[in-house]
């Protein structure tokens, strides 16, 4: 077992148990790269500051910069015996440089040092979910190009109710992903602020440079207060949650997806590289990733729990706890990381049978609106009309037709203000292309909304 940094109070060595079960370098070893760029930058300020010899402060940046390069080449691994990823690193300069390595902790603790590191890893994490949310809805806006003219049933209640796009279908989930960026990028910039220099809770008497340090590491500034510095990890919630809300619209989408590809629908093929089949019913064909990233959400929702649950009873400053914090938000991330990895792929390979929309579409009345907006745009008060075309739809269901199907003096004996052009008020391609509002469903519309998304990602 590695020797503590911390020994020299302690009389007796660790229980091995207690120090596999203290030990967090199998979650945190990750963040090397955070770690190793804050000692950089700690380094590089205390010799500015004059706290370290310049020569010390380049012999300990040196020696950092090539353990960076050895973890990255594989020429080093880490040491699970350690306590943490900053113990390991700290230890493994002083057996290459010797005492001077020793330095690299004045004026800080590791209370500050893992505030710094988790906030840059997830930093890092957090620009990578941006981009592959970008990834997927520019494949959203792609498909919703292509099928800006499909025609297909709007549902509510899962009842079929207004014609639609596919296209405008789609491009809903392109409005939810978009402000899921927006999410993103909000918890990355309160993220970005400095807590070294705040050390274990109270500051330091060494004349350091905190905005210093975080302009090295391109951070916005500083966290203003020691104590708020070192225990503040609302970032990792703001994330976790960030990424539940992602979660959300992924398991939405999955259910869509799923029930698209169902027989009762089949409105959508799934490509035979995102789906399985049944190990006894050969004509099986499974959404089993679409199903596994709804599954999936439930996950996330955990680690967010686990980190408001984790937080809500701690005082101020550094708990123990604390600790508790990477595994949650990290598997939140990888999670969500993974799910949009083959999320994108699997959308981007849907064939999408147009007519079996259509035929959808034809059937449960969904014109039955236009025909109340018909008589209205004649004179009939909405209401009076909503129940003449509800009277309508049950004489169509007694007789076994369609509102399309019935001639003209059926339309009369309901209300003479029916004339020839009701035929074209209730075609269904009429009724979803004609609605050219701001957001609606019409060709037009589509082609606004996918403009507009367009402009949001630049």
């Known amino acids: 077992m590695s020797e503590k940094m911390w020994a020299g109070r302690f009389k007796k060595q ?4 207690v120090n596999d079960f203290n030990s967090s370098i199998r979650v ?11 000692s950089i930058a700690h380094a590089s ?27 990255e080449t594989g020429a080093l691994s880490f040491d699970m015996t350690a306590e943490d990823i900053h113990m390991f690193v700290e230890a493994e300069l ?8 020793k330095k690299l902790h004045t004026a800080r603790s590791r209370n500050d040092q893992v505030a710094l590191d988790i906030r840059l890893h997830l930093l890092s994490e957090a620009k990578e979910i941006t981009e592959l949310l970008k990834a997927l809805i520019e494949v959203i806006l792609e498909k919703a190009e292509t099928y800006k003219a499909t025609v297909m049933p709007g549902y509510t209640h899962l009842q079929r109710a207004q014609p639609i796009t596919f296209g405008h279908h789609l491009m809903a989930y392109a409005q939810m992903f978009l402000r899921d960026i927006s999410r993103v990028e909000d918890a990355a910039e309160r993220m970005n602020y400095s807590p070294l220099g705040a050390c274990a809770l109270a500051g330091t008497t060494y004349p350091t440079d ?12 500083i966290c203003e207060n020691s104590l708020d510095a070192v225990s503040d990890r609302d970032f990792a919630v703001e994330l976790a949650n960030a990424c539940s809300l992602i979660m959300m619209h992924l398991s939405r989408f999955s259910e869509e997806i799923i029930l698209w590809s ?14 399985t089949g049944s190990s006894i019913m050969p004509q099986k064909k499974n959404p089993d990733i679409a199903e596994l990233v709804r599954g999936k959400t439930g996950r996330v929702y955990g680690d967010l729990i686990t980190l408001l649950t984790m937080l809500k009873g701690l005082p101020l400053a550094y708990n123990k706890d604390m600790q508790e914090d990477k595994e949650a938000v990290f598997d939140a991330v990888d999670t969500v990381k993974t799910c949009l990895l083959i999320f994108v792929p699997m959308l981007n390979t849907v064939t999408v049978i147009k007519e079996n929309m259509l035929a959808a579409a034809a059937k449960g009345f969904i014109n039955a609106t236009d025909v109340a907006d018909y008589l209205t745009k004649k004179g009939t008060p909405f209401r009076t009309a909503y129940k003449i075309s509800g009277t309508l739809v049950a004489y169509c269901i007694d007789n076994g037709k369609t509102l399309e199907e019935l001639t003209l003096n059926e339309f009369k004996e309901f209300s003479p203000d029916f004339e020839k052009d009701i035929f074209e008020a209730i075609n269904l391609e009429n009724c979803t292309f004609k609605r050219n ?3 609606g469903t019409s060709v037009e519309s589509v082609e606004r909304q996918i403009q507009f998304i367009k402009e949001q990602l630049k």
Request: charged share 30%; net charge negative.
């Open 14 to 17: 660790l229980d091995s148990d």
């Open 28 to 38: 945190d070893c990750r963040m090397y790269k955070s770690d190793i760029g804050g």
């Open 94 to 101: 002083t057996k290459r440089i010797g005492d001077t390595g």
């Open 262 to 275: 169902s027989w009762e629908f089949k409105f959508i093929e799934l490509d035979d590289a995102y789906s």
């Open 45 to 71: 300020m205390l010799a500015t500051q004059g706290i370290i010899s310049k020569e010390d402060a380049k012999q300990i940046i040196k020696g950092l910069e090539e353990i960076l390069n050895d973890l």
């Open 437 to 439: 509002s701001r957001g």
């Open 210 to 221: 905190r905005i210093a340090v975080a302009k090295a590491l391109g951070m916005n500034g």
